[in-house]
């Protein structure tokens, strides 16, 4: 959990800051960034990381560092939709009327109305890192001993299994019924922020 805790921190802020100036400042920044994004989320989010952690170190830091760095381009993408969608309203327009600055517009004006989607990806990101953590940690590309993670006690137990069954299985449940809570999670907080869903 601490490791999705992370994960979505830093990706989240990195990737709502790029995404709200890329929004607000369109031009050729913004078609140069949203290219590097397109780039970064047409490859596997897997193999990214492990090019990523090959480079920096294998460590649980730097696994952390490289899986938030893959997961940030969904929340420019997102963040950007928002900004460009709530832009054109009479709210934003009023408070550029009375001179407000860019940055207060930015975050105090525009973001807050921006969070409905950020909440859910962020609920759904979560599961997202945790599978990604233990990946890595099983390929040894991860947490490294004497580090506890998952995906390195289920490699550390491969050869337990025809002996000691319930050695893989207790890390295998244990990200099965994280993953699962963590996506129900999404989807209620998706049916409750979404006002299209709550109508039906």
Known sequence: LFIGVIVVTISLLLGVTIG????FFRGALDAAIMRVMDVILSFPSL???LVLVALLGPSLTNAMI?????????YVRLTRAAVM???????????QVSGVGKLRLMFVTILPNCMAPLIVQAALSF????????????????AQPP?????????????????AWWVVT???LAILITVLAINLMGDGLR???DPRLRRS
Not at 66 to 73: C, K, N, R
Not at 85 to 95: L, N, P, R
């Open 20 to 23: 709200l100036l890329t929004g």
């Open 66 to 74: 490289a899986i938030a760095l893959i997961q940030q381009p969904h």
């Open 170 to 172: 207790m890390p295998g």
């Open 47 to 49: 193999l990214l990381a």
């Open 191 to 193: 049916d409750a922020l």
């Open 127 to 142: 599961s997202t890192a945790i599978l990604d953590a233990a990946a890595l940690g099983f390929l040894g590309m991860g």
């Open 85 to 95: 969608s709530e832009m054109g309203k009479d709210y934003v327009t009023a408070a």
């Open 147 to 163: 580090t506890p993670e998952w995906g390195t006690m289920l490699a550390d137990s491969r050869e337990y299994v025809t002996r």
